[in-house]
């Protein structure tokens, strides 16, 4: 079992970044791939990037890509998602969710956080 736990969230402006945050609970944190998904008000659950176990690969949905970066640190069985450039269109609730393999898909993922509001204001 793998207890995710999000924060980092909030109201930023166009332009501005924010780090989210994503604390593991359990042992094997560090034998999971770490994805991050948003879903914007009525709209379906988007993948927005994932990193591997290690930590030495990520990928990224081609709508953040080069204005988000993931990293990892299995020490601090922590996950972050890095979010520079801001747009409106990026407001969402943020989850982070854990999966045996770098899945792009919602069904690949085993554990899920319970989200965190992200709010990009113009």
């Known amino acids: 079992q793998v207890q995710l736990v999000e924060s980092g969230g909030g109201l930023v402006q166009v332009g501005g970044s924010l780090r989210l945050s994503c604390v593991a609970s359990g042992r094997t944190f560090s034998s999971y791939a770490m994805g991050w998904f948003r879903q914007a008000p009525g709209k379906e659950r988007e993948f927005v990037g994932v990193i591997r176990w290690s930590g030495g690969s990520t990928y990224y949905a081609d709508s953040v890509k080069g204005r988000f970066t993931i990293s990892r640190d299995n020490a601090k069985n922590t996950v972050y998602l890095q979010m520079s450039s801001l747009k409106p269109e990026d407001t969402a609730v943020y989850y982070c969710?854990?999966?045996?393999?770098?899945?792009?898909?919602?069904?690949?993922?085993?554990?899920w956080g319970q989200g965190t509001q992200v709010t990009v204001s113009s």
């Open positions: 969710a854990a999966a045996a393999y770098m899945a792009t898909i919602i069904d690949g993922y085993n554990y």
